[in-house]
């Protein structure tokens, strides 16, 4: 088993449609949680850290449910700039990054 | 803003070639990172350094070496290349936080053919 599982897709959705992506890892002694974004042969940029009491950046809202680990990503009235891989990122330790595979999303017009 | 930079976005080299990629992030970040990204994989660690002359494998290091003599610079050797190293490799720098994994800035990546 993966320690950070991701649906790979494509996810094809409309522009302007709500999409959502899970992720879930192994762990249970992560610490820190991260969703990352990459463009097509381009390298991995923070979209934005997931909190405990979860957190909203404009379109894009991330939750965290320890429980049940894992992590959500939710992307309101999507843009076509949208279309990218999303990359789940957990932390372990001082150092260690563990990374998903990804999840592509295509914004279709 | 973060700048990090690798030596060369894309590289030809044949089986048996010593290669040598090269990562400077202009951050003063003490953590710089190692990792390569193929498909359906999520990115792996190679080695990582947490300081200069420090060094830590990371989990895949067989058949890599790292050297890191100053702090901006980090480097990746392929003592001795072969197919299965043909990949995606991509640098990334952070500042620490005790105990707490801070944001990881990558460079452009390099795109490593081995024939």
């Known amino acids: 088993r993966k320690e950070v599982e991701q649906d790979p897709g494509p996810f094809n959705v409309p522009e302007g449609a709500t999409v959502a992506f899970n992720c879930t890892y192994s762990?249970?002694?992560?610490?820190?949680f991260f969703w990352y974004r990459q463009d097509c042969r381009k390298e991995p940029k923070l979209l934005m850290s997931?909190?405990?009491?979860?957190n909203e950046d404009g379109r894009f809202t991330a939750q965290l449910n320890r429980a049940s680990q894992y992590i959500s990503l939710l992307i309101r009235d999507s843009k076509l700039s949208d279309s990218a891989t999303y990359l789940c990122?957990?932390?372990?330790?001082?150092?260690?990054?563990?990374w998903g595979a990804g999840t592509k999303l295509i914004i279709k017009p | 803003d973060v700048k990090v930079t690798q030596s060369s976005r894309y590289l030809v080299k044949r089986t048996g070639e010593k290669v040598f990629l090269e990562c400077v992030q202009d951050?003063?970040?003490?953590?710089m990172f190692w990792y390569r990204q193929d498909p359906g994989l999520g990115l792996r660690l190679i080695y990582f350094?947490?300081?200069?002359?420090?060094?830590e494998k990371g989990d895949i290091p067989e058949g890599y070496s790292v050297s890191r003599e100053k702090k901006e610079r980090f480097s990746l050797i392929l003592e001795s290349a072969s197919t299965n190293q043909t990949s995606m490799y991509l640098c990334?720098?952070?500042?620490?936080?005790?105990?707490?994994?801070?944001?990881?800035?990558f460079g452009p990546g390099t795109r490593l053919l081995v024939l």
């Open positions: 990122v957990v932390g372990v330790g001082n150092y260690q990054l563990i």
């Open positions: 990334a720098s952070s500042s620490p936080r005790q105990g707490v994994q801070e944001t990881q800035y």
């Open positions: 997931v909190y405990s009491s979860g």
């Open positions: 762990n249970s002694a992560s610490q820190s």
């Open positions: 951050m003063d970040h003490e953590n």
């Open positions: 350094s947490y300081d200069v002359k420090m060094k």
